[in-house]
């Protein structure tokens, strides 16, 4: 089962230049083959279909919680996204006024069509996520080989994003998918390396470009966060500390397991679009009546918190 917290893993900055095109080009990072909806769905049936799990539990646990992270980062993309999104087009609830007209000239018309002006699970040119994106042979060998190029073809899309778009949230966005997606690059090498002995690391960095050249990635490093495994389960585990050990191989720092989940931050406030209908809830929703109801649940504070 996965816990969920009602926060963002990052803290994203409010966009200086939004733009829907931007949002295209990240989009690839989310829905793309190499994208985070790849490596949550890979990890998620291999820890699902793993055999022999009892004999072989680090590495059961180490794709279970690199798993559970990638939700995670599905959400940081999207919001990435969504927040490029915002503010791109007219805030008009009149349909006469055309208020979505300047839509047609964005690369993904999707993102007005088919949504909220937010994020879907496509690619950067609008084309579905698919199951056929999914590898879980049940060899072991196999699929840890699988996932360590899965990490890197995911680390070379991020970069070339990152130098399509200037935009601070979105490269932010990006930074911490370079320093968390490396340490994941990093742990595939290291458990096949426990389990053929052969020293898969000294084929990192791939590209052979370090994380360190790029500046948002940098402010995630010296936060430790290239070096921290978390297991996302406040109880379970663990035992991927028997792969994810010793001294990480570009800067010597000390690899940790931390049970639990990284200390996230409240989620970014989403303005509502009403040329888009979203939410669209003007009429018929009664505060007052949500506001009697949580005084009788003892919810006053909760809700208070979100008017």
């Known amino acids: 089962m996965i816990l969920r917290l ?18 295209a080009a990240v989009q690839e990072l989310l829905g793309g083959k190499y994208g985070e909806m790849s490596t949550l769905m890979n990890y998620t049936f291999q820890s699902f279909n793993f055999r022999g799990r009892d004999r072989l539990r680090p590495f059961y646990s180490l794709t279970a919680a690199i798993a559970a992270e990638e939700y995670s980062h599905i959400e940081a993309v999207s919001y990435a996204i969504n927040l490029l999104l915002t503010g791109v087009s007219r805030r008009n609830p009149d349909p006469a006024a055309a208020p979505l007209a ?61 130098e399509m778009v200037t935009d601070p949230c979105a490269r932010t966005m990006v930074g911490y998918l370079l320093v968390r997606g490396g ?32 500046p948002e990635a940098r402010a995630f490093m010296k936060h430790g966060l290239h070096r921290e495994l978390y297991t996302f389960s406040p109880n379970a585990y663990m035992e991927a500390g028997l ?25 970014p406030v989403l303005e509502e679009e009403p040329q888009l209908n979203a939410p669209g809830e003007d009429d018929g929703f009664d505060p007052e009546m949500f506001g009697d109801m949580a005084k009788k649940l003892g919810l006053e504070k909760e809700l208070r918190n979100y008017h």
């Open 183 to 214: 340490l994941h690059v990093y742990a595939y090498a290291m458990a096949l390396e426990k389990l053929t002995g052969v020293d898969v690391k000294k084929l990192m960095p791939i590209p052979t470009l370090s994380n360190a050249k790029f």
């Open 102 to 162: 300047g839509a047609a000239d964005a690369r993904n018309t999707y993102h007005f069509i088919a949504s909220g002006q937010s994020s879907l699970p496509i690619d950067s040119m609008g084309r579905p996520w698919t199951g056929d994106n999914v590898f879980s042979s049940g060899n072991l060998r196999l699929d840890l080989l699988h996932n360590f190029f899965l990490e890197c073809g995911a680390r070379a899309n991020k970069m070339r994003v990152y």
């Open 243 to 267: 792969i994810w050990n010793g001294t990480h191989p570009e800067d010597g720092s000390e690899l940790v397991v931390i049970p639990g989940a990284k200390k996230g931050v409240p989620y």
């Open 6 to 23: 009602d926060e963002l893993a990052l803290d994203l900055p409010a966009p200086k230049n939004p733009s829907a095109n931007d949002a």
